[in-house]
């Protein structure tokens, strides 16, 4: 599985953005899907998942009520709504692909993309 992602940049507090993975592969649907963040001299972050079968979302308390992670098996793509961005939610965002079962472990991801800024002004 390939992954890229798209959607990032410069955006004052309280914008929106939308952030798309694309996957190649024909396994995508087998595959449930994580959003992390990684601002610079910080870990890797769990954002959010979402299962192989977009039944089951999870979210990283930061970031519920205001993020929304989707996905379209068909299209072989995974979204990140993202609104009332603040400037703590400045990073890196990449998305990863997990075989079958999500987790909130970055670890544990199989696939990544090569990520997308996304910048948020005060």
């Known amino acids: 599985v390939q992954l890229e992602e798209s959607g990032g940049g410069l955006v004052q507090a309280g914008g929106s953005l939308r952030l798309s993975c694309a996957a190649s592969?024909?396994?995508?649907?087998?595959?449930?899907m994580g959003w992390f963040r990684q601002a610079p001299g910080k870990e890797r972050e769990f954002v959010a998942f979402i299962d192989w079968r977009a039944i089951n979302t999870n979210y990283a308390d930061s970031v519920k009520d205001r993020f929304t992670i989707s996905r379209d098996n068909d299209k072989n793509m995974v979204y990140l709504q993202m609104n009332s961005l603040k400037p703590e939610d400045t990073g890196v965002y990449f998305c990863?692909?997990?075989?079958?079962?999500?987790?909130?472990?970055?670890?544990?991801?199989?696939?990544w993309g090569q990520g997308t800024q996304v910048t948020v002004s005060s």
């Open positions: 592969g024909r396994t995508f649907s087998s595959y449930s």
């Open positions: 990863g692909a997990k075989y079958f079962r999500p987790s909130y472990d970055p670890g544990e991801y199989d696939y």
